[in-house]
C-alpha cells in the first residue's frame, strides 16, 4: 500500500507520471498475492488428507511463490489507415479482433503456463508420494534440506516442455482421476484394474483416441514426473489391447493437399501489385509465401525472431533469399534443440519471376511490424485499424488465405486448403520430381538418422547451400513449365509429355477431396471442475455481476459471457444462437474464455 500512497503523493506534486508507473508496478509485484487462485491451495488443506496413515509424517508445506511473473505488457503502436479496412478478411467469414488493454503475447502465454502448472498441481497432490518429483521434495523438507515450495520443484520438472504439452498431457489423467471420484477409488498409485475398468466403462462414452492419449498421459507422468506404477498400466496387455480396439475406429487421417500452380503465383502477384489488395491482404499473402519457400508450419514462421531480406536485381530475374531465425519450433524435442535458432531461408525469385519478396518488405515496414522475440510476424488485424500484439491463429490465416485464392469462381479444391498446405507444397513437388530423400529431409528440417541427417547439420546454415540450389531449380523448372506438379502422373515432365503425344500447350488441374485437420476437441470441463476446483486466472470474480450468463461455443469451447439472462447478444457482440451450451452455473474454471467478453473484468494493471 505504501508504494501506492508514494505514487499518488508523485502525481500530485509533479506531472511525472512515468515515475507514478514505476512505483506502482514495483507495489503491485510485492502486494501481489502468492498464487492466481482462489482456491484452498495444499499448504492450507493437507495435500494428503485421503492417506491417514501419512499425514503425521508429512512436514508444513511453505506458501508458495507465484507460478511465474508475469510479463510485462507492451504498448500498441496506433495506425492511421481506415482504409486498409476493405480487406478479403471480411470475405473470408472471419472477424477483426478489437482493441486489446496492451496484452502482449508473452501476457497470453504466461497465464495459459500458470493454467498448466496448475492442473498438474492439483494431480500431483492426489497421491504425492506416488510421484518422484513431490516425493523428493518432502524427503528433503524432513532432512531440513527444502529449498522452495513444491509448486516450485514441479514447474522445474516441467520447465522444458511446451504449454502445449502439458494441457494435452493433463486432459486424460483429470478425466481419469474424476472416474475414480466416482467410484470412490483411490487413483493413486495406478492399479492395473482400475485402469482397466477405467478404460472399459469409458469406452462407448469417449473419442476413438482417447485411451491412446490416456496412455501418452500415463507415459509422460512415469518418465518426466516419475510416476513409477503407471508401468502397471503400460504394460498391461488387455489395457493396450482396449486402447489399440477403440483406436481402429479413428477417422482415417485426410492431410491437407499442397497448393497449386495457379495459386502460388496468384500470393506472388497480390505481393507485387499485379491484382491490387491492401495493405493488409499484401502482409496475409507474403506470410503464406514465406511459408511456401521456406517450407515452414504456420507456429514456426510465427516465432521468426530475425528477418533480413538479401535481394539481388542484377539479372533479368530477382535474385537472392529471404534469412529467418526461428527461436521455437514444433520439432524442438530436446533441450538443446530448444536453445538454438533454427536458420530458414526462402527463395525471392518465384513462379511469377517477380520479387515477391520485395512486396512483402514494403508492405511489413509500411504496417510498422517486425520480427522479434515476443512479436509474431503474422499479428491478428483490428477494427480499427492496426495490429494487435498476440499471433493471428492458424485458422484465421487459413480463411483469410482461402478468400486470397478465391477469384470469384466456386472451386471445390480451395476448401480443402490449409495454412499446413503451405508447408507441403514444395515439399510434395521434389518429392513428383523425385528429388534424393535427404535433400529432401534437409529442405524439411527432418532429423533421420536413416539418411544421416542429424540436429546439427539442421541448424548449421552452410549446410542447406546445395539443397537450396537443388530448390531453386525446382523452382525455375516450375515457373518454365518444363516440370508441372498440377498435372496427372506420368504427364509431369517434358519427356512424359512428349512420350505421351500431348501438346505442351495442354493444361490441367488437378482436384484433391476436402480435409478437415483443425480440430477443436471438446473438453470435459465438468472433469476439470471436479479435479481441479475453481481456476479464474487472470479474471476477477468480484468484478462479474451474480445475474450475468455466462455459455461455451459447441465446437471451440471459448467460454462467453452476458451481462443478463434475456440478453440476445454476448459483451463481445458475438449474437446468442443454439451454436452455444448455456452454463446453468458460474463454471469453476474460465478457460478458454473470449478476451473480448471478459475485457472489463480483469485484474486491474494500471493503478
Known amino acids: 500500500m505504501s508504494g501506492r500512497r508514494s505514487a499518488k503523493r508523485g502525481a500530485q506534486g509533479a506531472p511525472d507520471h512515468s515515475s507514478a508507473f514505476d512505483l506502482h508496478l514495483l507495489s503491485a509485484l510485492r502486494d501481489t498475492p502468492a498464487t492466481h487462485f482462489s482456491v484452498r491451495q495444499p499448504w492450507d488443506a493437507s495435500i494428503c488428507s485421503d492417506a491417514s496413515a501419512r499425514k503425521r509424517f508429512m512436514p508444513g508445506l511453505p506458501a508458495p511463490q507465484r507460478l511465474l511473473p508475469p510479463a510485462v505488457p507492451e504498448r500498441e503502436a496506433s495506425h492511421p489507415e481506415a482504409a486498409r479496412m476493405q480487406s478479403r478478411l471480411d470475405a473470408a467469414g472471419a472477424k477483426f479482433a478489437r482493441r486489446t488493454k496492451h496484452v502482449s503475447w508473452d501476457a497470453k502465454e504466461t497465464e495459459e503456463k500458470n493454467f498448466a502448472l496448475f492442473k498438474w498441481l492439483k494431480i500431483i497432490e492426489r497421491g504425492p508420494w506416488d510421484f518422484a518429483v513431490s516425493r523428493d521434495f518432502l524427503r528433503a523438507r524432513l532432512l531440513g534440506l527444502g529449498a522452495g515450495d513444491l509448486l516450485e520443484s514441479i514447474s522445474n520438472a516441467l520447465a522444458a516442455k511446451s504449454t502445449a504439452t502439458l494441457h494435452t498431457r493433463a486432459g486424460p489423467m483429470i478425466r481419469y482421476l474424476a472416474f475414480c471420484d466416482l467410484e470412490g477409488i483411490e487413483p493413486f498409485p495406478i492399479r492395473e484394474e482400475v485402469m482397466y475398468k477405467f478404460f472399459y466403462d469409458m469406452q462407448t462414452q469417449v473419442a476413438a483416441t482417447f485411451f491412446k ?38 477417422r482415417r487421417l485426410q492431410q491437407r493437399p499442397p497448393l497449386r500452380v495457379k495459386d502460388v503465383i496468384r500470393l506472388e502477384l497480390i505481393c507485387t501489385g499485379d491484382i491490387p489488395r491492401s495493405a493488409l491482404d499484401v502482409v496475409l499473402a507474403g506470410f503464406v509465401l514465406f511459408m511456401v519457400f521456406a517450407r515452414a508450419r504456420h507456429s514456426d514462421a510465427q516465432h521468426v525472431s530475425l528477418l533480413s531480406f538479401e535481394l539481388d536485381f542484377r539479372g533479368d530475374l530477382p535474385a537472392g533469399f529471404i534469412n529467418a531465425e526461428v527461436k521455437k519450433t514444433k520439432t524442438s524435442f530436446t533441450v538443446e534443440r530448444k536453445t538454438k535458432f533454427l536458420p530458414m531461408l526462402a527463395p525471392a525469385r518465384g513462379l511469377s519471376g517477380k520479387c515477391w519478396a520485395s512486396g512483402w518488405k514494403a508492405a511489413l515496414e509500411k504496417e510498422n511490424i517486425t520480427a522479434g522475440e515476443g512479436k509474431p510476424l503474422m499479428p491478428s488485424p483490428k477494427s480499427g485499424g492496426g495490429w494487435n500484439v498476440i499471433p493471428q491463429t492458424a485458422q484465421a490465416s487459413g480463411q483469410w488465405m482461402r478468400a486470397l485464392l ?32 535427404d535433400v529432401t529431409a534437409l529442405l524439411g528440417y527432418h532429423a533421420t538418422k536413416d539418411a544421416g541427417i542429424g540436429t546439427e547439420i539442421i541448424y548449421a546454415r552452410d549446410a542447406m547451400a546445395y539443397p537450396l540450389r537443388v530448390l531453386q531449380e525446382l523452382v525455375d523448372e516450375v515457373r518454365d513449365r518444363s516440370f508441372r506438379p498440377d498435372e496427372t502422373r506420368g504427364l509431369m515432365t517434358a519427356a512424359e509429355r512428349e512420350a505421351a503425344g500431348v501438346r505442351d500447350d495442354a493444361g490441367a488441374d488437378c482436384s484433391s477431396s476436402s480435409s478437415e485437420d483443425e480440430e477443436c476437441p471438446r473438453h470435459d470441463e465438468g472433469a476439470e471442475g471436479r479435479v481441479l476446483g475453481p481456476w479464474a486466472g487472470r479474471v476477477d470474480k468480484s468484478k462479474v455481476p451474480d445475474e450475468a450468463v455466462m455459455a461455451r461455443n459447441e465446437t ?16 463481445c457482440g458475438r449474437k446468442i444462437t443454439a451454436a452455444y451450451e448455456v452454463c446453468d452455473a458460474h463454471p469453476p474454471v474460465l478457460y478458454p474464455r473470449c478476451k473480448q467478453c471478459f475485457r472489463s473484468f480483469l485484474e486491474s494493471v494500471n493503478a
Open 406 to 437: 478465391s477469384d470469384g469462381t466456386d472451386d471445390p479444391y480451395l476448401l480443402g486448403l490449409g495454412t499446413h498446405s503451405a508447408k507441403a507444397t514444395l515439399l510434395s513437388w521434389l518429392n513428383k520430381k523425385g528429388v534424393a530423400r
Open 213 to 250: 492419449s490416456v496412455l501418452s498421459s500415463l507415459a509422460f507422468g512415469r518418465f518426466v514426473l516419475g510416476l513409477d506404477s503407471a508401468v502397471l498400466a503400460l504394460d498391461s496387455l488387455r489395457v493396450k489391447g482396449l486402447a489399440r480396439k477403440l483406436y481402429l475406429g479413428i
Open 556 to 571: 471451440s469451447r471459448v467460454l462467453h459471457i452476458s451481462r443478463e439472462e434475456q440478453a440476445t447478444a454476448f459483451i
